[in-house]
């Protein structure tokens, strides 16, 4: 039988344990732009036209993904300030290193590709399995490759499993949206 002393507490770390937090400086600035962000989503959302009733309305996703940014930012902020006022200061010099650096800029450069590749490949392809019509845009296999790029270069596991939980995953928000929300993805015309 264990005791409570014989518990060991789990703590989270954060997405790179170790790496500790970023000066509260820069966390309120994040904090800062990400509440601007989701206040201009917001705001754009409720302005949109509603066709029926709210339940259909195009702005609603947006505003609701742009209320929980919002919510999360203030999270971050009154933490940034908290440990502002404790007297915490993080160097961020201190702690880099360069193969992280290398890892974000093809994060971002994977990004870049894949929106452009949304744009320049754009195509639609109309087939029905079963009697029920569904549309493949460029959508499918570019998000399905970006996708398990990044998950590949983010954790290292046998590639087939990243291939397979990047299709599964793409075709299920694909059929999602085309089904549920009867909304067309981007990559098509």
């Known amino acids: ?3 409570n002393s014989d518990v060991k507490q789990v703590e989270f770390e954060g ?29 754009a959302s409720a302005a ?35 440990r502002h006022k404790a007297g915490v200061v993080a160097h961020p010099g201190e702690a880099r290193v360069g193969a992280n650096d290398k890892r974000v800029m093809l994060l971002a450069g994977t990004i870049a590709v894949y929106i452009a590749a949304l ?16 549309v493949l845009s460029a959508f499918e296999p570019v998000t399905i490759i970006a996708l398990a790029a990044i998950i590949h270069v983010s954790w290292r596991g046998p590639l087939w499993i990243t291939v397979v939980i990047s299709a ?16 067309p993805l981007p990559g098509g015309f």
């Not at 970023?22 to 201009?40: M, N, Q």
């Not at 036209?49 to 009154?78: C, E, K, Q, R, Y």
């Not at 744009?119 to 569904?134: D, E, K, R």
């Open 119 to 134: 744009q320049f490949l754009a195509f639609q392809a109309y087939f029905s399995i079963a009697g029920v019509p569904y």
């Open 168 to 183: 599964v995953w793409t075709l299920t928000l694909s059929l999602v949206f085309q089904k549920i929300f009867s909304i």
């Open 1 to 3: 039988m264990m005791s």
């Open 48 to 82: 949109l036209p509603v066709p029926g009733n709210w339940t259909t309305a195009p702005g609603l996703l947006p505003l609701l993904t742009a209320g929980s940014l919002a919510v999360m930012a203030i999270l971050l902020g009154v933490s940034a300030w908290t």
């Open 15 to 43: 997405e790179e344990a170790g790496a500790g937090f970023a000066p509260p400086g820069l966390d309120l600035f994040a904090s800062a732009f990400l509440l601007v962000l989701s206040g201009v989503v917001i705001v």
